[in-house]
């Protein structure tokens, strides 16, 4: 008798355990799930706010959903805006180094993110501009105005050109090309990319999602593995994006890449004609 009542308080003791165990897992749980959540709330303010052009508050709130999101999802994406904060054009505190040590956390601590090839992109980028500036005055570059206008002039020119001569009796089949060109971009594919995009714009070139493929086109000639890289012909659909497309959700992030390439250029332009003036008087 007295054993079977030993027994059953073994039982009532390992049932308590459990009931204590599950509770402490449960309530684990339960504030991860409720972290997450708040990260996310801070993520979609942050993105509201970087829409209307207010940097601080949106700093704010990308700040917050990284704090709260560490290395798990959508630390990715508040990494990502954060970089884009540090070169945009309304930021009085815009810095470079800044920037481009967030998009290298993204790519350390979310190696599979889809925001990833994005964020090589820029890194390469911000390399550039950072080799670039070394040897250029900002009184060198105003000289350059003139020269900046005429090129962007015969770009528009080629790229009429090149829209032209797509053929528009493919099928009606955008959100396709538009996959496609995303796949291809992935594998470095950049004449396929820029193919499928190009195609899906012929079919969309007035309403979503033309935008995104102009945004995608935009890219592959700022794409640092292309050898067919062009930041003139990257700055040309940027600018063809803001005018076209007003509204669209991507038009902050193409205003950033306009000023920052734009950069890089004034910068390439004035060191070769310090260079050939440089010839100039060797002689």
Not at 5 to 22: E, G, M, S
Not at 32 to 50: E, P, Q
Not at 69 to 91: E, I, M, Q
Not at 179 to 195: H, N, Q
Request: aromatic residues 12%; charged residues 30%.
């Amino acid at each position: 008798m007295g054993r079977k009542r030993k027994r059953q308080w073994q039982y009532v003791h390992l049932f308590i355990a459990c009931v204590i165990t599950l509770s402490i897992c449960g309530c684990a749980t339960l504030e991860s799930f409720s972290r997450r959540v708040d990260a996310r709330n801070h993520l979609f303010r942050g993105n509201d706010f970087f829409q209307a052009g207010n940097i601080e508050e949106a700093s704010r709130e990308y700040e917050q959903t990284l704090t709260l999101s560490g290395t798990s999802k959508p630390g990715d994406s508040a990494l990502f805006h954060l970089g884009l904060l540090y070169v945009h054009p309304g930021n009085s505190d815009r810095n470079y180094t800044k920037s481009y040590n967030y998009f290298r956390q993204l790519l350390k601590e979310f190696p599979g993110s889809p925001l990833a090839e994005r964020a090589k992109i820029w890194t390469s980028v911000l390399k550039s501009l950072k080799s670039a500036r070394k040897a250029i005055t900002e009184t060198q570059i105003d000289s350059w105005k003139q020269y900046r206008k005429y090129a962007a002039e015969k770009d528009r020119e080629v790229n009429a050109r090149v829209e032209k001569e797509i053929d528009e009796s493919l099928p009606n089949a955008i959100s396709i090309h538009i996959a496609r060109g995303d796949m291809y971009l992935t594998e470095e594919k950049f004449t396929e990319s820029l193919r499928e995009h190009h195609r899906a714009l012929v079919l969309s070139p007035k309403e979503p999602p033309g935008d995104s493929a102009l945004f995608s086109i935009a890219l592959i000639y700022a794409h640092f593995k292309n050898p067919q890289k062009n930041y003139k012909k990257s700055i040309v659909y940027f600018r063809r994006l803001l005018a076209e497309f007003p509204r669209s959700p991507l038009f902050e992030q193409a205003r950033i890449w306009i000023a920052l390439l734009e950069s890089i250029e004034k910068y390439k332009e004035v060191d070769i004609e310090i260079e050939k003036k440089r010839k100039e008087l060797t002689w």
